[in-house]
């Protein structure tokens, strides 16, 4: 398994999640890391991105309230979410691309907000 994410569960309206995401070594070059989700019914969004540089860009939905980031000498990525909604309920995916383009998506992790 090249992408492992963990940290999803079922939580109440407000509260908050810690998702995780580890890269294995076979992936090289790893450059922007990402959070995709994806609603039943609905296409796969993207969420959240933090670059090589640390730079951070979020889908307005969730602005102000979640925050990806990560650690490189882990090879981690991580997507805190506070002030949880019930429209954040999805499954959430973890996506690296790296300097040669290559994408690798891991399994989603199911986030579910009751309300």
């Known amino acids: 398994v090249q992408l492992q994410a963990s940290g999803g569960g079922l939580v109440q309206a407000g509260g908050s999640l810690r998702l995780s995401c580890a890269a294995s070594?076979?992936?090289?070059?790893?450059?922007?890391m990402n959070w995709y989700r994806q609603a039943p019914g609905k296409q796969r969004e993207l969420v959240a991105s933090i670059t090589s540089a640390g730079s951070t860009t979020y889908v307005d939905s969730v602005k102000g309230r979640f925050t990806i980031s990560r650690d490189n000498a882990k090879r981690m990525v991580y997507l805190q979410m506070n002030s949880l909604k019930p429209e954040d309920t999805a499954i959430y995916y973890c996506?690296?691309?790296?300097?040669?383009?290559?994408?690798?998506w891991g399994r989603g992790t199911q986030v579910t907000v009751s309300s």
């Open positions: 996506n690296i691309q790296n300097w040669a383009g290559l994408d690798y």
């Open positions: 070594r076979s992936i090289f070059g790893i450059n922007t």
